[in-house]
């Protein structure tokens, strides 16, 4: 990217703390959370937060893997968000309304 280019929205920031630079999307719980919040705001019909805000919720597994996990992940993997989920102690279950929509919280 040269000096004229914008960062595009879901590109990581740096930022300077003590004359070190931090991605701020370093993180997988923290890349997590952008996404979601990304989707709650532009395409809630994929994933959003619940109303409450205690969990987020994937409506559309296949477009969730296929389209956003790349631009936000090194890979398009379901399995391999989840274990990455699991690992970082969410744990899951299926929306009363919707056996098809899985609901993550931590």
């Known amino acids: 990217m040269d000096s004229t280019s914008s960062p595009s929205p879901r590109a990581p920031t740096a930022t300077k703390t003590n004359s070190k630079s931090v991605c701020s999307t370093d ?3 923290v890349k997590t ?3 979601i919040v990304h989707l709650d705001k532009h395409n809630p019909g994929i994933a959003a ?3 409450d805000g205690s969990s ?3 409506y559309d597994q296949v477009t969730f893997s296929q389209q956003y996990l790349p631009q936000y992940f090194k890979h398009s993997n379901w399995g391999s968000f989840v274990r990455q989920l699991n690992l970082y102690g969410f744990t899951s279950s299926r929306s009363r309304d919707n056996s098809d929509v899985q609901v993550w919280r931590h």
């Open 33 to 35: 959370h952008h996404l």
């Open 49 to 51: 937060f619940s109303a």
């Open 27 to 29: 993180t997988f719980p």
């Open 56 to 58: 987020f919720e994937v």
